[in-house]
């Protein structure tokens, strides 16, 4: 057991449940002398937190994250960071009728054989709002990075459905992804993709998507052959979020079809390379281009149409699932993916300190 | 550093580069009392032993593991599992012309910015050669798995290039794609397969593809939320193979395009869920259904077409790789994918004994 | 870094500081199914509060435990389980004079170096409130000890300065030790160190002395070799333990002068050991029989004599520490011993499940 | 279980049995670019070989540590170091008289209960001879450490049975305690010693001591808080070496009965602490003065008087173990002691890369 540990240096610890007392964390490992940028973690949990537009989960929650521990005087001290997050607006009654029912597409039926038993208010543990405590934690990843590299994270929406943006993200101004509620930076589609997700939602039906992530700024020699390559933790993190099926870097599953002579990246004459195909990784290590992966969101599994469900008692029912939920959770969780990595590259830059004498 | 140790109680550590002494590795972890059955690791080795077919490298390699601990009279003792692989067909002088150039694709440059020196010879450590020892531990996994479980794991080519498989594994006989030297269960479209592979390398060129990988008889349970979860940590562990760029579960991208309605798994009258759309899994453990996932393969970067390609000097130049490469990994990938899945669940089925009291 | 996570499968996480705002933790991997015994957390965190007699730190701390997660409908559940101690009564303007003086005896200087900072208000996270959230987790592991195991945890304060029990503990009614402040289960011993307590605090001198502590109930095979051995790992507990000096196995120091004929254990004809010089370990592996173990504990630092101590500025100083400090740390350690001991042990019950297929 | 790999960045796991065909083991993480001294590798397991001299065991091994990756061209490239030991005088057939019987204060039994089964081979894992794969890669830690730290370890007996030296190390010429077999740098009582030992096992008897362990030179701040100080990663450490009942730091046992005026160390004027009580540490850090603590072990549980055992079956028997065993195993260890504290400081030198922004 022990699953809610990440990181080997820069290291997180989560807890919490969707209806429980509170969310919470503990960040070990972020070095000393960090100074704390409030503004900067209150705007990540803003960026997260349902009810902050018409196509997320109108649950009333401020996500007022409390430091207990770690910073004074307005730094990191070196020693561990412990935060909660109140939950305050659970509506655990909701959740009632559930209790003997396993939902399609959830966790209820596996995590109940697993433990014997389950906090089945709002999903418990399993509910994505235990992301609220990695955004909490990725926001001081990314004070320690803005402190002690030029490393940036940008993520964005780049598919709802079957609106697709071109994948050479260099056509974009990516600035733009966080001017509208669903995260494109391309006005027009984003516009197009929150009809989509309107529309949907009126059809008692959920859609998935597609994230891009950029981070520029890594410098060369980042991941640990041969098991904690930099794609291999990347991919580790993400795919532990919340409703992910799939990872890909660079060309990804488009290289599956190309030839060596396409794929590879080759140096031109100023000694920098001409193309990016791997994503910014040579032999699972940073090669100091832009890192690019992508991951793929499965629709929301809490649709209000009837679905077969299981009981407890092993009968089949038919539940159409009410409540609050996203009806497309991919604008919300680009935060949370910009967290995870934002984790996984603050550690990898520690563990880089070790390897040369 | 240290990212050369795998699992937490099914635990593999390996070293070794492609030209030195030898390969090899520790299994620590593995419960007392597990038949070593040898006949089981000589085939494992031998599905992914260079030299194999016309359509894989020619280097010349016995592969023969050598046990050095951890079992007696015919069994595990558990205590650790310490085997070498012995380098026999080394030919480092092949290698000589590279050691001041780093190739397009490979890890030569971002390795030596890493650590400010690399063994160049075969790629040191950044070679493929390395699985080997995945492959030997992976067989291990698999006898754990045969005695404790009813787990069984099958892995093929799906696609090469633009050649492709059905994603409904259930059209083939998979037990058919041990018998062509591409892996692919449909014998017209593995000679297919191998016909382009012979192809491409005459053209001096080299192709991806993707694998497939079922795995049958789960119980319910497996994987620890919320950061160990199945898929995150398998993404892991196949991210981390050498030229893979791509994972995915179930639908995995395909169900960004989907709606809640299509993707969800739902249940029938008799207590079963009536599709596999998750690939196995709920919620990120295992719901006793197939586990199917599938990982993407960059074609090999080792071509002789002429690339540019930068000296440590800082200057670019044209080389073609010589040298006795694979036009495609796919194939020799299939046992090391196997064996990198038979270790996270083996992992995971020690784990899950402990999540109830 | 990262050095605020303790156990493998059974986990513990802490965090905070003396005069933050709280301290607190996450236990991770302690199985699902436990009854929550309240009244037994209150009851451990009760025996190390502070303010509890006349021979121990007056600072007034109800030390009540708030679970905010993992615990549902009175039992585990198999997740984290977080949980916050409030520091309700810091003083921290009484250590405004130290803040820019390194004690004697203290992390004051260490610390600093370290992390080029530090909260020096109490002794800030080095202080040994920190294991208050042992104390807490430490109750969470009993319960799991009394719910799957025979495993009975007692520690008491053996020898105070020069006044010492005899080492053979079986001539002791042990469950005495909580009769008195001081945990002696001699009455009129107790009375004695009582005595000497005071007068030394009255001195403005401080006392070191020893707690033993007993395991009984224990199956054989707790402890993981070779590096894993029980006691390497007690060890590790208890050393870890603020002001702790020394730690030893059954006879201990004394067996580097014995003989072996006079340290064996030896079987007699019921198939018993007839004796313990071990301590209930062999080989590193639990043998069925008593653990025994004995912890030194170094006399306070904190004094009310005057000391030379060191300033920020590198000039020497002299200092009488005032505030509310125990002059004798040995009485309120003895739940934090049973508190490690009981999670090391919780953690090999769990990893013992993994010993044979 | 998994518990044959120690150290978090400077990394070691092992394996091997006494009658295997070889021990050996993986150093991964240590930097790049550390020179390979392949003259103090031999010297260092010259130091623990049996046959050494005449006070110890007379199994005839030449101990050659064959590396097989990770070194090149002379130096370490910051991949995992790969190592063997042959077995080369095992006999076995010594051994058969014991395989159903479980000898007085060894492994035998509890690990028969813990893993089912046994390699009863001259004590198969259980073996001192584990230990020769310590001493290669603390070998390899000390390298590092000559290359990048000031600091030196050096270990000696300072107690055989009742012959013991004065514990203030600073009245010896250490050096000397390589100049006999005793490894005491009391050239009259190492004499003594000697006879002592020569005597008792003629007695068909054998004897415990101490070993006294000092490290100079390191810096301020190494040792991670609150579980992973110094002191409780070097108890861990020492604990798990075979026969090893106890571990103290500075006054260790012998502050417990001291007052906080005697014990406290306080700086002079020159900045500098007048006193070494603490053993090198403050607060579970180093303060930069010399690490000293000591390590008790028991006699060698091997002993040819006639001693009761248990048999597998269930009965009592008497037995005198014969075959070629140390009357006292200190001699041997300190090179074991040494290899294990460098390893662990190696360790902590990498951690506290990490500990400031």
Excluded at 246 to 261: D, N, V, Y
Aim: with cysteine.
């Amino acid at each position: 057991m022990a699953g809610n540990t990440f990181g080997q240096l820069f290291r997180i610890t989560t807890f919490g449940e969707s209806h429980g007392a509170a969310i919470g964390g503990v960040v070990d490992g972020c070095p000393a002398g960090i100074e704390f940028d409030e503004v900067l973690l209150i705007r990540e949990m803003q960026r997260r937190r349902p009810g902050q537009s018409q196509i997320v989960s109108p649950r009333n929650e401020d996500d007022i994250v409390q430091i207990l521990s770690g910073i004074f005087e307005g730094k990191t001290t070196g020693t561990p960071i412990g935060f909660t997050i109140q939950n305050k607006d659970q509506k655990s009654v909701d959740y009632e009728k559930y209790k003997d029912v396993f939902r399609p597409g959830h966790a209820d039926h596996t995590w109940n054989e697993k433990f014997g038993t389950r906090d089945h208010r709002g999903g418990g543990r399993a509910s994505a709002r235990e992301t609220s405590a990695r955004v909490a934690a990725g926001a001081i990843a990314k004070m320690f990075l803005n402190k002690t590299s030029q490393i940036k994270i940008h993520a964005f929406v780049s598919d709802i459905h079957d609106i697709h943006l071109d994948r050479n993200y260099n056509l974009y101004d990516l600035s733009l992804s966080e001017t509208n509620v669903v995260r494109c930076p391309d006005p027009t589609l984003a516009q197009k993709m929150i009809g989509l997700i309107e529309e949907t939602r009126a059809q008692k039906n959920s859609l998935g998507g597609i994230i891009t992530c950029i981070a520029s700024g890594l410098s060369v020699g980042l991941g640990e052959p041969v098991f904690d390559k930099l794609p291999a933790v990347l991919a580790h993190a993400m795919m532990s979020i919340n409703a992910v099926k799939g990872f890909e870097m660079g060309e990804g599953f488009a290289s599956a079809a190309m030839k060596g002579t396409e794929m590879n990246d080759q140096w031109s004459d100023d000694g920098k390379l001409t193309s990016n195909h791997a994503g910014g990784v040579s032999g699972g290590i940073s090669n100091g281009q832009d890192l690019v992966f992508r991951i793929a969101f499965k629709p929301t599994s809490s649709i209000s149409s009837l679905q077969s469900a299981l009981t407890a008692s092993g009968e089949v029912t038919q539940i159409g699932i009410e409540g609050r939920h996203d009806p497309c959770v991919v604008p919300r969780a680009v935060p949370i993916v910009e967290a995870m990595c934002a984790i996984v590259l603050a550690d990898f830059l520690l563990l880089t300190k070790t390897n040369q004498a």
